[in-house]
């Protein structure tokens, strides 16, 4: 049935050629299932949902690669990419394999691992990077819920392939997140390396092999080399939070390795150095993440008139009881229009339910569960709040995406939470504020985007 879904697409949406494209998806689904069925925890309700979400991944993918190419006149070649970072990552990897023209500054990031990519297929196609894309962002879910695994192992009475189950379930239901593996973003391939990132630090944690685990925080290391350098100091921040002392001191000279390693690859091969960028936040200058997207142009256009990204970094502090508003609330579920020509699913992203109802759960874990739960998932929030709190800091709550590879770090207690029945009449009480108060949150957002407040 799943295969037949995928044909059939491929026919409605015509594009990339359909028995090619279609045997790439049975080998993401031959990878995956392969992947899945290593793992101890496997179940018939995993295995549904792994299904469920690489069928959609794939009918996803195919339509937007028609969005691209056959629908706007184009070939597989020559995809049509209105949005600003699928179009410089496009444009950097034909430049790698020299068919490119003039570009504004080189990366030896994402779009020369899809020059790789299109190198080892033989021609210049948009299909298998999009087939490996999709195929990353299903394998990215399955180590995700693993950490929840690791996190809650003796902590709960449900199984492990129960935790893993609802753990996979979660994400895939996060629009902002799953939707990223039918467009041409890096955001699938980030959220694996900090997938592997934690795992690795919680199987340190427990006294397992180490070997694995360095092996697995290499390979994070690499993708976030790749990806997103600015990565390293949240990796930093999580070995502190995660590894005891006495394991810290043996991994301590790997770390340092992969650190130096990082920064240096940021340093000398990218135009525009992460680590330089990261710098001006304590300096006045005028850059700044608040790029101009229509939907958040008019809080951007309000943080910026108020200094935020030119004056000391102590305003960004003043700001921060909004910027983290923004930014929990982002992406606000209306305005779907202004992003449909990126790509047909783009829209999807703003469905963002799953990511509040998750956010809630969490919340009540922090008012009501932080001082009887577990450790390592106090640990893990920790992780996640500094991080989240920085993000915002730094980026003024305007790019909220940045946020996402956390999700595998907050899940474990959302299902902490729903895996102890003691907490279900004060969880039933606190959803009724709660929901209350985001909807009352989205409606003031609603307002002020389509009024003069902030004008």
């Given at each position: 049935m799943a295969l037949a879904l995928v044909v059939a697409t491929l026919f409605l949406f015509p594009a990339a050629q359909w028995w090619s494209t279609t045997l790439a998806f049975c080998g993401v689904w031959g990878l995956v299932a392969l992947a899945y069925r290593s793992l101890p925890c496997s179940n018939v309700g995993g295995w549904w949902t792994l299904l469920i979400v690489t069928t959609l991944t794939a009918i996803g993918t195919i339509i937007n690669i028609w969005g691209w190419t056959t629908a706007v006149g184009r070939s597989t070649a020559e995809p049509l990419f209105t949005n600003w970072d699928m179009l410089r990552y496009w444009e950097e990897a034909l430049w790698w394999m020299g068919k490119g023209g003039q570009i504004n500054s080189i990366q030896a990031g994402y779009g020369a691992f899809m020059a790789a990519v299109l190198w080892i297929t033989g021609g210049v196609s948009i299909v298998p990077v999009m087939v490996i894309n999709s195929l990353v962002s299903v394998l990215s879910i399955i180590v995700a819920a693993k950490v929840s695994v690791l996190a809650l192992d003796q902590f709960t009475s449900w199984s492990r392939a129960k935790v893993h189950t609802w753990a996979m379930a979660i994400i895939s239901l996060t629009a902002y997140y799953s939707v990223n593996g039918t467009v041409l973003l890096k955001e699938s391939w980030t959220f694996l390396a900090m997938a592997m990132c934690v795992w690795a630090f919680l199987a340190l944690r427990q006294g397992q092999n180490k070997r694995l685990p360095l092996w697995a925080l290499v390979g994070a290391v690499v993708i976030f080399a790749v990806c997103r350098p600015g990565f390293i100091f949240i990796m930093i921040i999580g070995a502190v939070c995660l590894i005891p002392w006495a394991t810290f001191k043996r991994v301590l000279p790997v770390l340092i390795?992969?650190?130096?390693?990082?920064?240096?690859?940021?340093?000398?091969?990218?135009?525009?150095?992460?680590?330089?960028?990261?710098g001006k936040v304590f300096t006045h200058n005028e850059y700044g993440f608040a790029f101009g997207t229509a939907g958040r142009e008019k809080y951007e256009e309000f943080i910026i008139e108020h200094g935020y990204f030119s004056e000391p970094a102590i305003i960004r502090v003043i700001f921060l009881p909004l910027t983290l508003g923004v930014q929990y609330l982002s992406p606000l579920p209306f305005n779907f229009s202004y992003i449909a020509d990126m790509a047909i699913t783009m829209p999807l992203m703003k469905l963002s339910y799953v990511w509040y109802l998750t956010g809630g759960v969490v919340i009540f874990y922090l008012?009501?569960?932080?001082?009887?739960?577990?450790?390592?998932?106090?640990?893990?929030?920790?992780?996640?709040?500094?991080?989240?709190?920085?993000?915002?800091?730094?980026?003024?709550?305007?790019?909220?995406?940045?946020?996402?590879?956390?999700?595998?770090?907050?899940?474990?207690?959302?299902?902490?939470?729903?895996?102890?029945?003691?907490?279900?009449?004060?969880?039933?009480?606190?959803?009724?504020?709660?929901?209350?108060?985001?909807?009352?949150?989205?409606?003031?957002?609603?307002?002020?985007?389509?009024s003069n407040i902030l004008m």
């Open positions: 390795a992969l650190v130096v390693f990082i920064v240096a690859f940021d340093i000398t091969l990218r135009e525009n150095a992460w680590f330089g960028l990261l008012l009501r569960v932080w001082r009887k739960g577990p450790k390592v998932v106090n640990l893990m929030l920790l992780w996640a709040i500094i991080v989240y709190v920085c993000l915002a800091f730094y980026t003024g709550g305007t790019q909220a995406r940045y946020t996402v590879p956390l999700l595998c770090l907050v899940i474990p207690a959302a299902l902490y939470v729903l895996s102890h029945r003691q907490y279900y009449t004060a969880l039933r009480r606190w959803a009724i504020a709660y929901v209350a108060l985001v909807a009352v949150a989205l409606a003031a957002a609603y307002h002020i985007q389509h």
